[in-house]
């Protein structure tokens, strides 16, 4: 009983760790990625590659979609990828319904600006914030093959760096503030509200916007009426520059100069920050994707990092029950690890290292396996299990 009730325990102890840490299940290594975005379990990099990242641990080339100029922003859409460059000012459309052979369907040179930093869609229409002349243009994308210019606004006072879209509204992250765009006529956009001042990237939910600031941190506005809009409230952060902010379920991811990912959980009038991963040695976090249970942060050095974490602090174990269900035997163990079901449907095991790397993983096929453990270095594992009641985390201490 006393053994039962340790290995509960250390269970316990496992999941609600690994609830608040990130980890890291694979790297895709490539060089001198700014922007990242996902579709389905592919990643789309900001030089035009597409990588399946299905198997975490494995990412793989797929496709590349091959353009002029030094891409730095890719947007996805349906069946369609955008990428913005830089200093060459172009925004440049594929068509990838055929992920495997993505094909140019047309260009836009905008001459003006210095670089395609943000791009959102609204309908028919995508809205591009282009750099350090701090402008926003509206694109009719209606016809792919055939994109057309409808508004250019100027807004004096520096770098236009992000854009997101709601209804009638557009959201920009400008040196100058919060910049409030009136876009219910596309062909003639206005700015109506500017709040606050030095932000480098912008997303929002319902009736709040979050800012990050090119000085660290987050700025978070009350949007109601985004004809005035008001401060709510302020998360320190000393990462150095907010380069990309991505808000999910209650939580705001966010991508720093130097310093890699932070993951804040909102609560009343405050953020909490839950866990941080650092890229080290990754030199500057410029973009990062939410990709189902997958965090992708694009680093300028090695790559992108391809995390999990779980923002619920519980790993789905609701049923403490559902524990005994699972036998996993001898423990500690050395060369096999036998697994026992008890009415559970098994599905995959995940063998994972205390630091959150993806070292193993099988497919469970009958209610008694046997796993090959002999190439694992000694030290605690969790066993991860996809059950028909949901995740179970196990600890296993491996002695050679």
């Known amino acids: 009983m006393k053994a039962k009730f340790l290995l509960i325990a250390l269970t316990l102890l496992s999941v609600l760790s690994t609830g608040q840490t990130i980890n890291q299940l694979g790297y895709y290594s490539i060089n001198g990625i700014y922007g990242i975005d996902s579709k389905e379990s592919y990643m789309v990099l900001s030089k035009g590659e597409i990588v399946d990242n299905s198997i975490p641990s494995s990412p ?50 905008f001459t003006i600006g210095n670089g395609v930093f943000g791009m959102d869609i609204s ?9 350090n002349n701090g402008i926003v243009c509206s694109i009719d994308i209606t016809d792919k093959n055939n994109p057309k210019m409808l508004d250019t606004l100027y807004i004096a006072g520096g770098q236009c760096r992000d854009i997101v879209t709601q209804g009638d509204y557009a959201f920009a992250a400008h040196l100058g503030g919060l910049k409030i765009i009136d876009i219910s006529d596309s062909s003639n956009i206005q700015l109506i509200k500017s709040i606050g001042s030095g932000y480098n990237s912008v997303d929002i ?8 600031k090119t ?9 109601s009426d985004p004809t005035n809009p008001s401060l709510l409230f302020s998360i320190p952060n000393s990462g150095g520059i907010a380069w990309e902010i991505k808000y999910k379920e209650n939580n705001l991811y966010l991508a720093t100069n130097g310093d890699g990912l932070y ?6 009038n405050k953020g909490v920050e839950m866990a941080h991963f650092p890229n080290s040695g990754n030199g500057q976090s410029f973009g990062v994707s939410l990709q189902d249970s997958l965090i992708l942060l694009s680093g300028l050095i090695k790559g992108v990092a391809i995390l999990n974490y779980d923002s619920s602090g519980t790993v789905g174990i609701e049923n403490l029950s559902s524990i005994d269900k699972i036998n996993l035997y001898p423990n500690p163990a050395k060369d096999f690890v036998f697994i026992e079901n008890n009415e559970l449907q098994l599905n995959k095991v995940r063998i994972y290292d205390l630091k959150g790397t993806l070292v193993k993983q099988t497919k469970l096929t009958t209610s008694k396996q046997k796993i090959d453990i002999s190439n694992l270095v000694e030290g605690q594992y969790l066993f991860r299990f996809e059950t028909n009641e949901g995740i179970i985390i196990k600890k ?3 002695k050679i």
């Not at 939910?205 to 990050?212: C, I, R, T, V």
């Open 396 to 398: 296993v201490m491996i």
């Open 60 to 109: 793989s080339l797929i496709s590349q979609c091959s353009f002029n100029g030094d891409g730095i922003t890719p947007l996805i859409n349906g069946d369609y990828a955008y990428f913005g460059t830089g200093m060459t000012n172009d925004l440049f459309i594929f068509d990838i319904s055929n992920i495997a052979t993505p094909v140019q369907v047309s260009s836009i040179d």
């Open 205 to 212: 939910n319902g009736s709040q916007a979050y800012l990050g």
């Open 215 to 223: 000085s660290g941190g987050i700025d978070v506005f009350d949007i």
């Open 263 to 268: 993951i804040y959980k909102l609560e009343a």
């Open 123 to 131: 309908a028919n229409t995508i809205f591009v914030a282009l750099g």
